[in-house]
Structures are given as C-alpha cells and as structure tokens.
C-alpha cells in the first residue's frame, strides 16, 4: 500500500497493511543524524511518513507589508529576525525557541488593530494547487494542506499578556484580531480543499501541562466557532477532506467540542499531561490519534527497549483497527539518543504492519 492508501485506511478506522509514522528533529540532533546515517533524506532513510503541501504564490506586484513604523526608536538584541507578520524573533539560547517582540504591544485602540497589515488575501494565487495535487496523488502521496493557526499568530503580534487581557477587558479587540487571522485561514482551506487536498494540517497551543491557558468558554466563544466555519465549509467543499488539529498540553476539556466541529486527527497527545485512553475511550471511533510517544519522556530518557515496548504498547491498544499514526509528541532534541530513534522506527515497522 501507498501512503496515500495506508493514509485512507487509517482515517477510515480500517487498519493498514503498515501503520504509518514518523519524527521531526531540532537542527542539532538532524545533522548528527545525518552523519549518522550517511543520507540527507532521514525520512526515506527511517520510512517515515510525511504529506506534500501544496504551492501557493503572491501574485506579481504585490507591495510587501512594511512593518518598519512598529519599530521606530527601538534597540532590538543582536541577531533579532522578523516573520512574516513583523513579529521580532530573539535568540533565546534554546535549539529552536525564541522569544517574541511583539509589534501591535502598545496598541492604544480598536482602531490600531484593524489597521495592523495582514495577508492580502486577493494576491494569494491558488491556480497551481490543483495541478500539483493531482501529480502526487499519482504517485500515492498524501496531500497535506497548512492552513496554520489563529490564537498562536493572534498573541504573537499583540503579545502573550495583552492578548490574554484583550480577551477578559477588551473583548472586541481579540476578536477583531482572531476574525481578520481567520478569513486568511479560511480562504487557504477554501483553495485547498477545492484542489483535493487530503488534510488540513491546522493548530494552536491552547493548552499547557494541567489545563487550558484560559477558561475553556472563551475559547468556545472566540475560537471555537473560527474552526468550526473553516472546518464545516471545507468538507462541503470535498466531503473526502480530514482535519488535522494540534495543541500541546492538557486539551482534555475541548476535545468533544474540536470533535462536534469536525475534528478528524489530534496531535500530539501528550502522554505526560493527557489521558489518551479517556479521549481513546470516548473518541475513538470517530477520530484518529497522531502523537502519543512522550517526548518529555520515553524517546530522551528511555533505553532502546523502552521506546520499543512504548510504540508496541499504543499500536496495541489504540491501532487495532486503524485511526493511528504513531509520532513522538514533539520534535526531538538534541538529547534524545540516536538508538532510540533507531529503535522507534524500527518498532513501528516492526509492529505496525498487519502481520505484526
């Protein structure tokens, strides 16, 4: 079976002839592997899976969004890079983290959150998306469509703790932010939905280790129903196409909410703050589980024979009947051992075909 096949398979809850999975790394960890293994393309090297995203242009002619007046008479550290929505990147000294300077953070008004530059939505150019999808499908790959995320962008460019303020003092003012970020989204998951992608690869960090960063009704009334409208209108469009949500942490308490709005595969569970055998349990017919190998915990601090009996453990229990792809719950860093890599992926082959 293609991975496009397996893929199908999976999401329909039918087990696969292999049940698909893989792995990311943190920079550091990549090159050593890479050296390690004698190949550049680790994901062909361990068998991973990976869907192929689909091209979308800026039409000739577009003026560049000029973010320079958020930063006039600033002194930004050295090495501070900018994303595409004029949010300032500082080196923290971690592997892949940094810390954001957020340009709407001295927001006097509603007036300067509607006048802060987004996507122009009329020069994105979609007209290569169809062509492409169809090509790999042809050649049995999965077509994952990033649409992205809303709350995550939303707090970067006004800051983590006045957004989070936004939300109890200044309502209309998160929700202006949250809507313009959505109607980006959502003309994204249009296109590629219209295109034939498989997946929507969508998410936001909701959630730490114990609960949700904010009461879960918020979320309901703020970003609940942005998903819901993308999600819902998605599959009219291609009543084929899966949802695929992340948040890290405890996200227990909206589960069956991401479900009724049309959920179809969670990442990453996180099995150090999360009980996957209750979203399992309640769930399990109706979505697919992506994630579930700790890496807070198994794959850095455990041996080989640990992460062997761990991936062993979830396709026992939660792939049986498909609706599993079997992932660390994060991208691996620089500590976690090249044999329990090696011993990740070769347990998942191991275990995951239909004869295992």
């Known amino acids: 079976m293609t991975d496009l096949e397996c893929f199908r398979a999976t999401v329909s809850h039918r087990r696969p002839e292999r049940i698909l999975y893989g792995a990311g790394f943190v920079e550091d960890l990549r090159k050593r592997l890479v050296a390690h293994t004698g190949t550049e393309d680790l994901g062909a090297h361990y068998g991973f899976y990976g869907s192929r995203g689909l091209p979308i242009e800026t039409r000739p002619g577009t003026p560049k969004r000029d973010y320079a007046k958020y930063w006039e008479g600033e002194t930004l550290p050295a090495g501070t890079t900018f994303d595409g929505y004029g949010v300032a990147m500082v080196p923290s000294g971690f592997y892949h983290f940094w810390g954001y300077i957020s340009p709407l953070r001295k927001a006097a008004s509603l007036a300067d959150i509607e006048g802060f530059p987004l996507d122009d939505i009329a020069a994105l150019d979609f007209s290569k998306m169809a062509a492409a999808a169809r090509e790999h499908h042809a050649a049995g790959r999965v077509v994952g469509g990033w649409v992205g995320h809303i709350y995550e962008n939303a707090w970067q460019i006004r800051g983590y703790e006045e957004f989070l303020l936004d939300m109890m003092e200044r309502p209309a003012w998160a929700e202006c932010l949250l809507g313009r970020l959505a109607e980006v989204r959502y003309a994204v998951a249009m296109a590629n939905a219209r295109a034939g992608a498989d997946v929507l690869h969508c ?154």
């Not at 099995?271 to 309640?282: K, Q, S, Y």
């Open 203 to 356: 998410g936001d960090d909701i959630a730490n280790q114990n609960a949700l960063m904010f009461q879960p009704e918020l979320w309901r009334r703020m970003m609940l129903p942005l998903w819901r409208r993308i999600w819902q209108d998605a599959k009219a469009i291609n009543p084929d196409i899966k949802v695929w949500y992340h948040s890290d942490g405890n996200i227990g308490a909206v589960v069956g909410d991401l479900v009724e709005a049309g959920l179809d595969i969670l990442n990453p569970l996180q099995p150090e703050c999360l009980d996957i055998d209750a979203v399992h349990r309640r769930y399990g017919t109706r979505i697919s589980l992506d994630g579930t190998i700790g890496t807070q915990s198994t794959m850095p601090f455990g041996t080989p024979e640990q992460v062997r009996a761990r991936v062993r453990e979830v396709i026992g229990r939660y792939g049986r009947h498909g609706g599993l792809i079997v992932s660390p719950t994060h991208v691996l860093e620089p500590e976690v051992p090249i044999a329990n890599i090696e011993a990740f992926a070769a347990a998942c082959r191991e275990f995951g075909t239909a004869a295992g």
